[in-house]
């Protein structure tokens, strides 16, 4: 049975192209159990693939035809092929990291087949300290990142003890819970024409306020202060039609050493996050001898459900937006960045505290509007970026995980690159570490993996600019 795609699932295969592969992926690295032989890795490949029931989601195909009008449909794979996705691969010598991190690059590099179910996993063998390492992709248009990683932790427990966990693929109540959610939202979005109709009167209030709310936001947008829309983003060697090759580079710190500068400056440990990016982009655009001279824009994706004080609150929510942050890289000093990027985020999350968020979700969508819109007019390049590169940060577990005894070391997301955004970086928190993961096009954004190091120095700047070093 063929199922309809929700609108924004469609979008993504509509956007899907051999330079532009809308899929997200992860980098899980393990230290294997107390005793484990040398093969451990071979053999939980091998139990893997005696899983006999795979939950519907990783049997889920993308398939159209002239019979749908040229429409994306959901039809389960009937020739499934479990050992086509998931793989095992072994390092060349001498098994660094930097073998992982370039083998990672050529596996996110490859654009999955639209005849089979779109997610893989790969089970790496031969880093030379005796751990083991997974990369994980799915299509962006099966799950969102955050579902990823809810698919991947189904697979852990706190217990190091605890064996029999089964993979990912088997995980039946998780992943049939995040289809479920999936497909709700797809029939919400579907009926929307019906439903407003129905609550014609309730979105009344939000209606008549965005005219106003699109007024102040680009008012906003031409003073260069903080909100949903950019106007002054420069161009940047960053914001170029983009290459299908790409290049990874993943690093961890301590969340201490940010929460310690962030109290001393009284700052956000995101604030913190930001300034580390902006520090590092700044000392990586110098030494290729591109740095503009007007302050580097991230688009930065964060809760909007405020608090009081006007902070992202932590409890969550669905308010979900964009602010376009100014991230202040004309600036040498480390410190004046991070009270620059301060207040520019507080002062865009004051901007949006007046809209709702049906407001928000509106602002927001206008913010990144042209970065679809430009490649499909022709015009990359010769107009100004709505921004120079997307930077997000979500919350992780905060206590070490084990997979059948193997302990999780580290686990870095890989995101999406697209025409006009050559980088992405994306952090999540992990047991105590904020851990880096960037993804960028190899011809565009070169040397990636320098800007680990420009992170770290950056940290250090930040330490010493707070009075800890």
Same mark, same amino acid.
């Given at each position: 049975?063929?199922? @309809?795609?929700?609108?924004?699932?469609?979008?993504?295969?509509?956007?899907?192209?051999?330079?532009?592969?809308?899929?997200?992926?992860?980098?899980?690295?393990?230290?294997?159990? #107390?005793?484990?032989?040398?093969?451990?890795? /071979?053999?939980?490949?091998?139990?893997?693939?005696?899983?006999? $029931?795979?939950? @519907?989601?990783?049997?889920?195909?993308?398939?159209?035809?002239?019979?749908?009008?040229?429409?994306?449909?959901?039809? #389960?794979?009937?020739?499934?092929?479990?050992?086509?996705?998931?793989?095992?691969?072994?390092?060349?010598?001498?098994?660094?990291?930097?073998?992982?991190?370039?083998?990672?690059?050529?596996?996110?590099?490859? =654009?999955? &087949?639209?005849? =089979?179910?779109?997610?893989?996993?790969?089970?790496?063998?031969?880093?030379?300290?005796?751990?083991?390492?997974?990369?994980?992709?799915?299509?962006?248009?099966?799950?969102?990142?955050?579902?990823?990683?809810?698919?991947?932790?189904?697979?852990?427990?706190?217990?190091?003890?605890?064996?029999?966990?089964?993979?990912?693929?088997?995980?039946?109540? +998780?992943?049939?819970?995040?289809?479920? #959610?999936?497909?709700?939202?797809?029939? =919400?979005?579907? $009926?929307?024409?019906?439903?407003?109709? /129905?609550?014609?009167? &309730? %979105?009344?209030?939000? !209606? !008549?306020?965005? @005219?106003?709310?699109?007024?102040?936001?680009?008012? =906003?947008?031409?003073?260069?202060?903080?909100?949903? %829309?950019?106007?002054?983003?420069?161009?940047?060697?960053?914001?170029?039609?983009?290459?299908?090759?790409?290049?990874?580079?993943?690093?961890?710190?301590?969340?201490?050493?940010? /929460?310690?500068?962030?109290?001393?400056?009284?700052?956000?440990?995101?604030?913190?996050?930001?300034?580390?990016?902006?520090?590092?982009?700044?000392?990586?655009?110098?030494?290729?001898?591109?740095?503009?001279?007007?302050?580097?824009?991230?688009?930065?994706?964060?809760?909007?459900?405020?608090?009081?004080?006007?902070? !992202?609150?932590?409890?969550? &929510?669905?308010?979900?937006?964009?602010?376009?942050?100014?991230?202040?890289?004309?600036?040498?000093?480390?410190?004046?960045?991070?009270?620059?990027?301060?207040?520019?985020?507080?002062?865009?999350?004051?901007?949006?505290?007046?809209?709702?968020?049906?407001?928000?979700?509106?602002?927001?969508?206008?913010? +990144?509007?042209?970065?679809?819109?430009?490649?499909?007019?022709?015009?990359?390049?010769?107009?100004?970026?709505?921004?120079?590169?997307?930077?997000?940060? +979500?919350?992780?577990?905060?206590?070490?995980?084990?997979?059948?005894?193997?302990?999780?070391?580290?686990?870095?997301?890989?995101? %999406?690159?697209?025409?006009?955004? !050559?980088?992405?970086?994306?952090?999540?928190?992990?047991?105590?570490?904020?851990?880096?993961?960037?993804?960028?096009?190899?011809?565009?954004?070169?040397?990636?993996?320098?800007?680990?190091?420009?992170?770290?120095?950056?940290?250090?700047?930040?330490?010493?600019?707070?009075?800890?070093?």
């Amino acid at each position: 049975m063929a199922v @309809p795609m929700d609108p924004t699932s469609a979008g993504f295969m509509i956007a899907d192209s051999r330079n532009t592969p809308m899929h997200v992926g992860g980098l899980q690295l393990f230290t294997p159990p #107390e005793g484990a032989s040398d093969t451990w890795i /071979r053999d939980l490949y091998d139990e893997s693939l005696q899983t006999t $029931e795979v939950a @519907p989601i990783f049997h889920k195909r993308p398939w159209r035809s002239v019979a749908t009008g040229g429409q994306w449909f959901w039809r #389960e794979d009937n020739q499934f092929d479990l050992e086509h996705h998931v793989r095992l691969s072994a390092l060349p010598e001498p098994g660094r990291i930097r073998e992982l991190l370039e083998l990672g690059g050529r596996l996110h590099s490859t =654009r999955m &087949g639209f005849d =089979r179910p779109l997610w893989e996993m790969h089970l790496i063998s031969g880093l030379a300290d005796g751990r083991a390492a997974f990369y994980s992709k799915m299509h962006h248009a099966l799950v969102d990142g955050v579902s990823a990683m809810r698919l991947l932790q189904a697979t852990l427990s706190t217990d190091p003890d605890k064996r029999d966990v089964p993979p990912p693929w088997a995980v039946r109540r +998780v992943a049939t819970q995040i289809e479920a #959610e999936k497909d709700a939202l797809g029939e =919400r979005l579907l $009926e929307l024409p019906l439903g407003a109709l /129905r609550s014609a009167y &309730g %979105i009344a209030a939000d !209606a !008549a306020g965005l @005219p106003g709310a699109l007024v102040r936001t680009l008012n =906003r947008g031409v003073r260069n202060d903080t909100a949903p %829309i950019a106007l002054y983003a420069p161009r940047t060697i960053l914001n170029q039609k983009i290459s299908s090759s790409r290049r990874i580079a993943a690093q961890d710190w301590p969340i201490e050493r940010l /929460r310690a500068v962030g109290k001393a400056t009284r700052t956000t440990i995101n604030d913190v996050v930001l300034a580390m990016c902006a520090g590092a982009l700044r000392h990586y655009l110098i030494e290729l001898d591109a740095l503009p001279s007007q302050p580097l824009v991230a688009m930065v994706p964060m809760s909007l459900k405020l608090d009081q004080a006007g902070d !992202a609150s932590a409890d969550g &929510g669905n308010a979900v937006g964009t602010l376009m942050v100014k991230l202040h890289t004309d600036e040498p000093d480390a410190g004046k960045r991070l009270a620059g990027i301060n207040a520019s985020v507080r002062s865009g999350k004051e901007a949006v505290r007046s809209m709702s968020q049906n407001q928000i979700l509106a602002m927001s969508a206008l913010g +990144v509007t042209p970065l679809v819109l430009m490649p499909m007019l022709g015009m990359q390049g010769l107009t100004r970026p709505p921004f120079n590169l997307v930077i997000s940060n +979500v919350p992780g577990p905060r206590k070490p995980l084990y997979m059948n005894g193997a302990r999780l070391d580290g686990m870095y997301p890989l995101s %999406i690159p697209y025409h006009g955004q !050559a980088m992405n970086i994306t952090c999540t928190s992990y047991d105590g570490r904020m851990n880096f993961g960037l993804t960028g096009c190899r011809r565009t954004a070169p040397s990636l993996q320098r800007l680990l190091t420009h992170l770290d120095d950056e940290l250090a700047a930040l330490e010493q600019a707070a009075g800890l070093a």
